[in-house]
């Protein structure tokens, strides 16, 4: 899932609360792209063993109505056949076995069995995201319906519907929820809910897992009922083999859940009020724990043992949001943080580092460089063994993969002609950043946050700070002296700068073209890259070239009167683009004819809503070519001055720019 992250105040602080619960701001939501296995891709998913409830000869759904029992959907499957579901013991008389997961990921899929049967299962009654419920006949002790309803996509009025008219008088109800079921839960659903027995339903959150097993007529609560909130963006899966009893009977009085305890952050929000999330009441008490890394392919990188130097602006909440984001790092090590501010600038930075587990350095230092510097030489002198350093400017949020990210990507910068990696996209706008799976290699430093190696810093940083990082990261550094050093950039963001702060002040048109946009930033937890492979500098080219000769390419062939009316109304509309196939590469070649810059290739970024500023060169640029993404497509302008505009049919293009 990816959100769209707008830019007012409004959308920022809905940001934070979703940050601490899920490790992902709830700004409003971008549309995630993701990879599909090669099998899958070609041939399918592989078929799933089925079975239909039949007695005799009959094509009567069983069982029949002979007796008053419920009728089986005529809707339901019947997946996989597991005795007793998996129970090491037989259930008493009058109880029946049940077995629920709720998945340990996004793609480790949820289960329902009753009586040894999984009704909800991975393409069995399209068990899935949101919710999955289960109906069962109390008689028989056998399941007679099972739905699923996305409550994550869509409102649960289908959900209520089907509480009301499905779940009748003396039914059992298992109901569970997978990845996210809260957003679109609406207060009717929930009140049916809590009407057949739930205590907890009006408490999920953002990728909570909730499951119930109750009874429509039971007196009282279910007394099975489990809610487990989520931690940094993962959940702990609910994984519970149980028998239970054709008769449920409710409790009078829940039992209440284990109070929380953190008395450092409840006083330091006795004086820190202002702080309104981190500090509201229902979240002053709350633990705060360092997220843990579940990616096996990740574990032992460099990346979890690298310093992490946090650059403080003015703003104690933009700080605290950002170390939140931080900690919810799955396999981050809080002692490797640090965070560099001046004491004469913000206050009580050590109190706050402290809740976290952080580190934090004081410096009395006010031109950028300098600070930068300190930044550099704490992490040097406290972690002297670290090959790398990462660095996160003010007033980032952290995609939940950010150093998942870093990490997959890291022994890329042993390439002598890689400088830094970076998590931000100055071309990262939702209608041209729509793969989060690609990574970039581009000429510009990005800045925000970003990963270099130790020895870069020491060899060619620290002799020439104020020549090469005298600005914001964003304003460009390292302008001179970079030969064919290049940044690695993703498609998709994996952090978000918050457009406040008094380094955005006051607004320039540069400021102005670079983040006050709305912008693409990636909110899935595991994002693998298709392309990382292809990043060293000859690979990169080869891969290039692949592209470009690929049966997928397709030309975009434009003439300059489009080009120009697009670019005067910053809108494709009149260009009639149609994209037929997904993850395609489309091609707009072009003859250059600015002589001293990119003139032509500014107007293309106007015209397709790419960063563009009167007095800036383009953002993103390798060797005359620009590579971004539409609708799940890779997009290349390509230029006479890159090498591979002599191959045919694209040398063959009329259209010349500015």
């Not at 002692?335 to 009395?364: H, M, S, W």
């Amino acid at each position: 899932m990816k959100r769209q992250l707008g830019v007012s105040i409004l959308g920022y602080s809905k940001c934070a609360s979703a940050f601490r619960h899920v490790g992902f701001m709830g700004i409003s939501v971008f549309v995630g792209f993701g990879l599909y296995g090669i099998y899958e891709f070609f041939f399918g998913s592989p078929p799933i063993h089925r079975v239909e409830f039949f007695q005799a000869n009959s094509t009567v759904p069983f069982p029949f109505q002979d007796h008053g029992e419920r009728i089986v959907s005529q809707y339901m499957q019947i997946g996989e056949i597991l005795p007793n579901c998996g129970l090491d013991y037989v259930c008493p008389q009058d109880h029946f076995p049940v077995h629920i997961y709720s998945g340990k990921s996004k793609d480790d899929m949820p289960k329902i069995c009753v009586s040894g049967k999984y009704v909800i299962q991975k393409d069995i009654n399209d068990g899935g995201r949101g919710m999955n419920m289960v109906v069962v006949d109390s008689h028989r002790m056998k399941p007679v319906n099972a739905r699923h309803f996305d409550t994550y996509a869509m409102d649960s009025s289908e959900m209520e519907l089907f509480l009301m008219r499905e779940v009748r008088e003396g039914d059992i109800l298992i109901a569970m929820t997978f990845d996210e079921a809260s957003r679109n839960l609406g207060v009717m659903a929930k009140n049916l809910l809590a009407d057949l027995g739930s205590s907890q339903i009006q408490n999920l959150q953002f990728r909570g897992q909730w499951f119930m097993i109750s009874q429509r007529g039971m007196k009282g609560f279910s007394p099975y009922e489990t809610l487990k909130a989520s931690k940094g963006g993962l959940w702990s899966p609910i994984d519970e083999h149980m028998c239970v009893p054709r008769h449920l009977s409710g409790r009078v009085i829940m039992p209440d859940p284990k109070v929380m305890q953190n008395d450092a952050r409840s006083k330091f929000c006795e004086q820190h009020s202002h702080i309104s999330d981190f500090c509201s009441v229902d979240q002053r008490n709350v633990p705060l724990k360092p997220a843990i890394l579940t990616n096996r392919q990740l574990v032992g990188s460099a990346m979890f043992m690298t310093p992490i130097m946090v650059i403080a602006g003015e703003s104690l909440s933009t700080l605290t949001l950002t170390l939140e984001t931080i900690l919810s790092q799955p396999g981050i090590q809080p002692r490797y943080v640090v965070v560099v501010y001046n004491p004469e600038v913000i206050k009580d930075v050590t109190q706050l580092c402290q809740l976290f587990g952080f580190n934090a350095k004081a410096t009395t230092e006010k031109e950028y460089y300098r600070i930068m510097a300190v930044a550099f030489e704490t992490a040097y002198g406290l972690f002297p063994g670290s090959s790398y350093v990462t660095v996160i400017e003010e007033g980032l949020l952290l995609a939940p993969d950010f150093m998942a990210y870093s990490a997959s990507i890291l022994p890329v910068l042993h390439d002598p002609t890689v400088i830094a990696i970076s998590a931000w996209n100055a071309n990262g706008f939702p209608n041209v950043s729509s793969r989060a799976d690609l990574v970039y290699r581009v000429e510009d430093f990005p800045g925000q946050a970003f990963t270099i190696r130790m020895a870069t810093y020491m060899k060619e940083l620290k002799p020439n700070m104020k020549q090469c990082c005298n600005k914001r990261g964003w304003e460009g550094w390292l302008e001179l002296g970079r030969w064919e050093r290049e940044m690695v950039v993703p498609d998709v963001s994996r952090v978000l700068r918050r457009p406040l702060g008094s380094d955005l002040e006051p607004v320039t048109p540069l400021i102005h073209a670079l983040f006050h946009r709305l912008r693409a930033t990636n909110l899935e937890m595991t994002s693998p890259l298709s392309n990382a492979d292809t990043l060293t500098s000859d690979r990169y080219e080869s891969h290039l070239l692949e592209l470009l000769n690929s049966s997928h390419a397709h030309v975009i062939s434009l003439t300059k009167e489009d080009i120009n009316a697009c670019a005067l109304n910053e809108s494709t509309t009149n260009l009639k683009l149609v994209f037929d196939d997904k993850q395609s590469v489309y091609v707009v070649p072009y003859m250059e004819l600015d002589m001293t810059g990119f003139g032509g290739m500014k107007i293309l970024c106007r015209c397709f809503g790419l960063f563009y500023d009167d007095h800036s060169s383009p953002r993103g640029l390798h060797r005359g070519l620009l590579r971004f993404s539409m609708e799940g497509n890779e997009v290349i302008f390509l230029s006479n001055r890159n090498q591979h505009f002599a191959m045919s049919p694209y040398n063959t293009t009329t259209l010349s720019l500015p």
